[in-house]
């Protein structure tokens, strides 16, 4: 079973940046397109952008220009750069395949933006 494990989250002041990074057990991210999807508290888990395995991006539009979306696979890991962050931009980010069935969810990394 794939397992992922977020990291790279922190607290960072409105404007600053912060880059994620989501390894995972074995070659899934040669196989599948991954998309990083984050949940804050209330509210529904959402993608912000995944990559296809033609490293072709695509992101939302709260995150478009914001955002970059990258993968390794030789390090078998994802990587999210995240600029210019918002305190709407507060959640726990996680990865995974964009499209189910879903492997297992990791445990994500909380970022938080505040001032």
């Known amino acids: 079973q794939v397992q992922f494990v977020e990291s790279g989250g922190g607290l960072v002041q409105p404007g600053g940046s912060l880059r994620l990074s989501c390894a995972a057990s074995g070659s899934i991210f040669r196989a599948y397109t991954m998309a990083w999807y984050r949940q804050a508290p209330g509210k529904q888990r959402e993608s912000v952008a995944h990559?296809?395995?033609?490293?072709?991006?695509n992101y939302a539009d709260s995150v478009k220009g914001r955002f970059t979306i990258s993968r390794d696979t030789a390090k078998n890991t994802v990587y999210l750069q995240m600029n210019s962050l918002r305190p709407e931009d507060t959640a726990v980010y996680y990865c995974?395949?964009?499209?189910?069935?879903?492997?297992?969810w990791g445990q994500g990394t909380q970022v938080t933006v505040s001032s």
């Open positions: 990559i296809t395995t033609s490293d072709r991006s």
């Open positions: 995974n395949k964009r499209y189910e069935p879903y492997e297992a």
